[in-house]
């Protein structure tokens, strides 16, 4: 698997991306939830990360064969919230994420460009859906 995170939306203090994922092995996979992400710092360390399985569609198993895209939807804010700084940035910024697809197999790391996520790492994730060819 591959993947990008493209943005979908913003509004003030609040970010709408897909993580798209290609299938780039020889084999179909079945995706089923929403997996998990990590955040990842410069220094390639873990920074905090808090996933929500909230946001629609909800779980249903879907097939993505060789060279097929999946796609899950992700929302999370860039102000801070409760005891986060104000005045410097409320999280460390991420370079990567680190993407563990829902049936646990392999982690793959995908650019992060889209500064920090603030209360305190939070990102709501839907499940993975199939998405339309480009």
Not at 9 to 27: F, H, K, P, W
Not at 58 to 79: C, M, N, Q, S
């Amino acid at each position: 698997m591959s993947g990008e995170v493209r943005i979908d939306d913003a509004a003030t203090g609040d970010r709408y991306a897909t993580l798209i994922v290609t299938n780039q092995s020889g084999e179909s996979c079945v995706l089923n939830g929403t997996g998990d992400l990590q955040l990842i710092g410069s220094d390639q360390k873990d920074l905090p990360t808090d996933v929500r399985d909230v946001l629609k569609p909800e779980a249903r198993p879907i097939t993505v064969r060789p060279g097929e895209d999946a796609g899950l939807k992700l929302h999370w804010v860039v102000v801070p919230v409760g005891n986060e700084p104000v005045t410097e940035p409320c999280q460390p910024t991420p370079v990567s994420v680190a993407v563990t697809p829902p049936d646990g197999t392999r982690t793959f790391s995908v650019p992060w460009a889209y500064g920090p996520v603030c209360w305190h790492g939070r990102i709501q994730a839907s499940a993975y859906m199939p998405l339309e060819p480009a």
